[in-house]
């Protein structure tokens, strides 16, 4: 395995990592917004019924834009009077993957304090997921509800849609991946016609055993996996056992990958991370897979044992956003 320095940015105070982020992540959803919108092929009918904190989906009409909204303006249902030559412009979308875990608090402290958060412009889905219920400490989706979701001022802001997993279907690992990758084909246009999806930034943690998403050191088999897009896990040597997981593929063909990690009881798996990728770890095998689009933003405690050039971060979000070079899909 070759190695493959990501950047990384390293900051003395937690509260300096969440505002970098923050401004990192609005800096992308500019970025992503900013880009001309492609028409989506919609080609499975197999998924009406799925759930979104908004409600049931009729994916007939998967939302692309905010539908509530431009119905309220009383143009939408007048068919006999419509001008087709105005058709609305398709918005484009910010589509970001998020995990769970301490990631939460930093998006927390850093975004929602901020007014440049086109949150209705957002499509957020899961890294992972712990096959608990919502109202548990260790749903992932719960702790997003409770600490971000549910305090974002929706009159202002809009609503993000919001893409989880099905709570009834918590204790059937294989059958709740199995739905989730349902979504994320529904939602990146049909499997048919993209070989993997494209989230315009995928955020991760990393926990002290090494475990990003539930991707866990030492399930080779997991980390192998090429076909799939989400996968269930079981017997996870940490936390809630039954878990289901986006792959690394997934994770790799993300436009931008941003790892945040702080606290000193990191240390020992970020220096062997960085230092040692030929162990294989979960994130070295993302520092390669993803190389030239990897960020990591870091406290100085969880950097204390390894040597690695730290960046300075320069904020970003007042950028006007340029033409990316698109990844081949
Ligand atoms: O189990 C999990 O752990 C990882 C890392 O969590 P952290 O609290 O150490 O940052 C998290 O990214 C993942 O979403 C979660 O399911």
Not at 216 to 238: D, H
Not at 254 to 280: C, D, L, W, Y
Request: with cysteine; net charge neutral.
């Amino acid at each position: 395995m070759t190695t493959n320095i990501p950047k990384v940015y390293a900051f003395p105070e937690l509260d300096e990592v969440a505002d970098a982020v923050a401004d990192y992540v609005v800096y992308v959803q500019n970025h992503a917004l900013a880009k001309p919108v492609k028409e989506k092929k919609l080609s499975s009918s197999s998924l009406n019924g799925m759930v979104t904190t908004t409600g049931t989906v009729d994916f007939k009409e998967i939302r692309r834009t905010p539908s509530v909204k431009s119905a309220g303006n009383g143009n939408v249902n007048n068919s006999s009077s419509k001008d087709l030559s105005k058709k609305p412009k398709k918005e484009a979308r910010f589509r970001i993957a998020i995990s769970g875990g301490s990631l939460i608090q930093v998006l927390n402290k850093g975004l929602l304090t901020r007014t440049d958060v086109k949150w209705d412009r957002w499509d957020i889905y899961f890294a992972d997921e712990r096959l608990v219920p919502f109202d548990s400490q260790d749903s992932n989706y719960g702790q997003a509800k409770r600490k971000i979701f549910d305090l974002i001022d929706t009159e202002k802001y809009g609503e993000p849609n919001i893409y989880h997993i099905e709570e009834d279907l918590i204790s059937d690992p294989q059958e709740c991946a199995d739905r989730y990758e349902k979504v994320l084909i529904k939602g990146f246009a049909g499997r048919d016609s993209v070989k993997l999806p494209m989230f315009d930034l995928f955020l991760l943690g990393c926990a002290p055993d090494g475990h990003i998403a539930s991707l866990f050191p030492n399930f080779q088999e997991s980390l192998r996996e090429n076909l799939a897009w989400v996968i269930p896990v079981e017997g996870a040597p940490s936390g809630p056992s039954k878990r289901i997981s986006l792959t690394i593929p997934v994770i790799c063909h993300s436009n931008r990958v941003a790892f945040v990690v702080e606290g000193a009881t990191k240390a020992p798996v970020i220096k062997t991370i960085m230092e040692r990728p030929e162990k294989g770890l979960p994130s070295s095998i993302v520092n390669e897979g993803a190389a030239g689009r990897v960020s990591w933003f870091v406290d100085n405690d969880a950097l204390t044992e390894t040597f690695v050039v730290k960046k300075k971060y320069k904020n970003r979000s007042h950028e006007k956003p340029e033409e990316e070079t698109p990844i081949q899909q």
